[in-house]
């Protein structure tokens, strides 16, 4: 069965530090990756994906993921958070049937 | 171009009714998916819509049902609401072209209250 698990619930950090948020997943075949994040009352905006090729994917807002087949992981890194960036976090597998599954979230608090 | 556009944005409903939701996709968009959201259980697929044909289906029970018109508009019912049917209703569309699997656009959802 295909899942996906984010590991930290919720990560605190100072604005402008680093920021890695953890994904990994499980499945047996070909996978599509994404990662959404969702403000307060809000839908989700997707902030990368990954279909294939470079396994080194960026996206929006100076977000970026790498995916590593072997350890199963779609990890999210922003080398400099800001507190617009606090929000909750989302991976998700995309399946070949069409829907996605997705993590349990992570929520990103950035203090000044 | 306009988004994932969805009606109401809320909704407060006694147990017992039903409710329909309304998803209007992304022009040229012919998936239409549904997820239901609450703090327990996370992000859980509903169903989708492509070409007006329910392609694929989650695990929920048969009070949920949807539909997709002919121009991709998609509208979702709940027939006898619980309690626990209270969540953030979200669409997503997209080109969902069998080839490859793109990306889902959402809308801002729907929250719907059961009282």
């Known amino acids: 069965a295909q899942s996906v698990t984010q590991l930290d619930s919720q990560v605190p950090v100072f604005e402008e530090a680093p920021v890695e948020l953890r994904c990994n997943y499980s499945s047996s075949v070909s996978v599509y990756l994404f990662w959404y994040v969702q403000y307060p009352n809000q839908g989700l905006q997707l902030l990368l994906k990954?279909?294939?090729?470079?396994?080194l994917v960026k996206g929006i807002n100076g977000f970026e993921a790498e995916f590593n087949k072997s350890q199963t992981s779609f990890h999210l890194r922003k080398p400099s958070v800001h507190i617009s960036d606090t929000a909750e976090y989302f991976c998700a597998l995309g399946r070949s049937q069409g829907n996605l599954i997705f993590g349990k979230g992570t929520k990103l608090s950035v203090k000044p | 171009k306009a988004g994932v556009t969805q009606t109401p944005r809320y909704l407060i409903k006694t147990r017992g009714q039903q409710v329909t939701l309304s998803c209007s996709p992304i022009?040229?968009?012919?998936?239409v998916s549904w997820y239901q959201q609450t703090p327990g259980q996370g992000l859980q697929f509903l169903f989708e819509?492509?070409?007006?044909?329910?392609?694929n289906k989650g695990n929920f029970p048969g009070r949920f049902s949807g539909r997709q018109f002919s121009n991709s508009r998609s509208e979702m019912n709940v027939s006898t609401l619980e309690l626990g049917d209270s969540a953030l209703y979200l669409c997503a569309s997209s080109i969902r072209d069998r080839t490859q699997n793109t990306e889902a656009f959402f809308g801002q959802g729907t929250r719907l209250t059961v009282v």
């Open positions: 819509y492509f070409s007006e044909t329910q392609r």
């Open positions: 990954y279909l294939s090729g470079s396994t």
């Open positions: 022009s040229g968009h012919r998936s």
